[in-house]
C-alpha cells in the first residue's frame, strides 16, 4: 500500500529558521545599542552636574536637550526590543506546533504501520513456532566474568516469625546463585533480603 503525503508546512520551517536568526541578530544590535546609549547617558548626567556647579547655564542647557534626544532614543529602542521579543515569541509558537504535528504524523504513522503489519500475518503463524527451532542454552562458561554492572537492591522484607525458615534456607539459595555469580544477604534486623550482583 503505497501512500503520498503533503506537507507544505516543511517549506515554512526554513523560513522561520531564518526569521528567528534575524530577530536575534536585532536583539543583540539593540542591546549593544541600548548600553552605548546609557553610557552616554551616565557621561551626560555628570556634565550635566559639572555645569550646574560651575553655573555654566548654557552648557547646561544643551546637555539637558542630549540627555532629552538620548532618552527618547533609548524608549523606542525598547519599543522595539519588545516587539521583537513578542514576534520571536510567535515564530517560536508556529514553529513548536510544527514539531508537535510532526510528531503526532509520525506517530500515526507508526501506529498504522504496525496495524497493518499485524493484521497481514493470520493469527495462527503468529502463535506457531518454526520446525526445529530450539532456545540457545546458557551455560556458565558463557559469562566467565560475571555481571559487567554491580548492583544492589531489596528484594523483599519479611515478617520476623520467617526469619527461621529463612536462616534454614539461606545456604541452599547462596549455592544456587553462586553458579550465577550472584549473591543474597539476609538482614535479620531490618527483616529485609538484598539481592547483590
Known sequence: MT?????????????????????????????????EITQELMSSLVRLEDSRLLEDWKSMKQVQSMIMNADSDLMLKQRVRHANRDNLTKILKKLNHYIVSGSKQRCLYFCLNKRFMTDTVPEEEKLTVPDGWKPEEFKPEHNPNGCLEESKFRFTLFPKYREKYLKEVRPLVEKFLTLYFLKCELDSIEGSISDCQ
Open 3 to 35: 501512500s503520498i503525503c503533503d506537507f507544505p508546512e516543511i517549506k515554512e520551517i526554513e523560513g522561520l529558521l531564518q526569521e528567528i536568526a534575524d530577530i536575534q541578530a536585532s536583539l543583540v544590535r539593540i542591546d549593544s545599542d541600548i548600553a
